[in-house]
């Protein structure tokens, strides 16, 4: 019997056995469950808002956002940090796709010497803090080279990401099944040709996934540029607490953005997986 015709005898089964009521009633115990939980959690942050006899100043947020001055639309600090962060996170993320790609063929490589360099980058980056890594770029390297502080912030994230991307990319390029390799061997591909149409668009489902919480930790690590006064959303934000002392107001708009986007790159990128494994298919 073929795959197609089992589904439709259970297709069958199914609908002569009429409603699933234990697996309805599960489901809604389950949400249930949820709400439960959810409901509270959200009463305890309420509980504890409550006891800190806060003066919540929610009506004055508004301009952080956005203000319009004699019918002229004038966006506000949090939005103006919110591009700098997805420019200084795009930028980032490319380099740290290419800083990845180049370690783990190193990595996988015959070279002895490019081995060894890889090795000992990915070890100085994965053991060391972070914060001391950008204190070296910008202190160190930035005058050496003559960049500013928000290329100075871009280069040390792509560096810092890059060691835990090479892991991700190698693992997928060892994922690809041996005899992929030896047929395009057999074709008489050489080695670019090889990863360019063998290699790396089979590898690409099993890295994608890992890829975007690399991704996700980068934007989220793009906060610690604000301490070499990177104009960033959290730079944004520590100047609005400055200005208006509403501490726990700009730290929820700040959590709360920074969600926003990452949830979006999550659902982003599970799109884009569904679709490559639908070609896969």
Known sequence: MTMQAQRIEISRIRESRGPDLRGLSRAIWQICQAVLVLGLFALLIWRGAQSMEYNWQWYRIQPFFYRVIDGELIWGPLIKGLMVTLQLAAL??????????????????????????????????????????????????????????????VLCLSFFEGSFASEIIRGGIVGVDRGQYEAADA???????????????????????????????????????????????????????????????????????????????????????VFLNKNKR
């Open 92 to 153: 980032s993320g490319v380099i740290t796709i290419a800083i990845g790609l180049a370690t783990a063929l190193m990595r996988l490589s015959d070279s002895i010497s490019g081995r060894v360099i890889s090795k000992v980058y990915l070890e100085a980056i994965r053991n060391t803090p972070l914060l001391v890594q950008l204190f070296l770029f910008y202190f160190v390297l930035a005058p050496i080279f003559g960049i500013d502080r928000f290329w100075a912030g």
């Open 187 to 273: 074709i008489g591909l050489n080695r670019y040709n090889k990863f360019r149409h063998v290699v790396i668009p089979q590898s690409l489902p099993m890295i994608l996934p890992p890829l975007t919480g690399v991704m996700i930790s980068l934007i989220k690590h793009s906060a610690i540029v604000s301490v070499i006064a990177v104009s960033e959303l959290t730079t944004a934000g520590l100047n609005l607490i400055s200005d208006t002392f509403m501490a726990f107001e700009v730290w929820f708009l700040v959590a709360g953005i920074y969600l926003a986007v990452t949830i979006s790159l999550s659902v982003g990128v599970s799109v884009l997986e």
